[in-house]
């Protein structure tokens, strides 16, 4: 009997390949064998034939397949609007292709590969979206910024900041999405407003506000917002922001990420990225990165008036009605 197919995708370049094997070995150890995982993984040509090569034959047959999507051409007809800041990629963008690009899928699953799977995953793929856009968990960094949670509020739009969600880890009712032309109202508000502290994350947010499956906060735990779990752990640990066991050491809930870095088929590189990651080399500190955050969302709120960004989000929204 041939298993239901869970696609999952994955946005990553040469640089995070290691880090992406980490999130599939822990990923294979802990999920249900009812299902079989399709894994697709975008890119804009900066994966390496040899990489391409050397995750497919570490992990095709262990109840995945894996297929890595050159989506350049896409990203090439908008990439003068995709903006940029800091440590962001405009491969965070390319989430946001996959309705129109996988028509076969009613729903999908996102996520980012800074990423410890110790659940199992086929869980959280089965949550009842409804007739909500995704499902998603709040976003922990916003529950230590003051300054963050005012921008989400008057900015983006969110009515509460707890109903601002973190798209690293998103669970996207595709169906709901193509029936909203959903690439097009964001393509649309690219062009009308600029979100400067989340990107696309804040996209997402204003368009989705009020059409959100809010799941619990084990399914996307940071190390930032640290809870006890006993003897019980994460389902999901998200080394969002600076908080990256492979660049340094102290980091919560790292020691998740080397069990299962050991066992991955990059353990060398991994071990090789922290060795040679200084403090010349640090982009920023776990103080400086709130910091930053605080500088943002100040600037943004005084980046132009916000009644221009109320309708310009107020007629995205009409849209979809």
Known sequence: MKKPIIP????????YIPLLSVALTSMIENSSKRFFY????????TISSVNQNRLTSAYDGNNIAIEFVDISKNVEKINEKLHTRDYY?????????????????????????????????????????????VGAITDGAILKVKPFQEYVENRVGVKHYEHYFNAGILLMNNKKLREINFE???IDLLTMVKFNVAQDQDYLNAICRGKVTYIENAWNQMPINYIDYGKGKPNLIHYNLSFKPWHKDNIP????FWKYAQKSPYYKEIKKIKSEYTMELQEISDAETIELMKKATEQALAFEENVIINNAIAKVRAQMK
Request: glycine residues 4%; proline residues 3%; contains cysteine.
């Open 184 to 186: 097009e109202l964001f």
């Open 8 to 15: 999952i995708f994955f946005s990553v370049d040469d640089n």
């Open 253 to 256: 809930y790292g020691e998740h």
């Open 38 to 45: 399709q894994i697709h993984i975008l890119h804009s040509g």
């Open 89 to 133: 990629s405009k491969s965070t963008y390319y989430r946001l292709f996959i309705p129109n690009l996988y028509p076969m899928y009613d729903k999908i699953l996102y996520l980012d590969s800074d990423i410890v799977i110790c659940g199992d995953i086929s869980e959280l793929y089965n949550v009842d979206l409804k007739d909500n856009l």
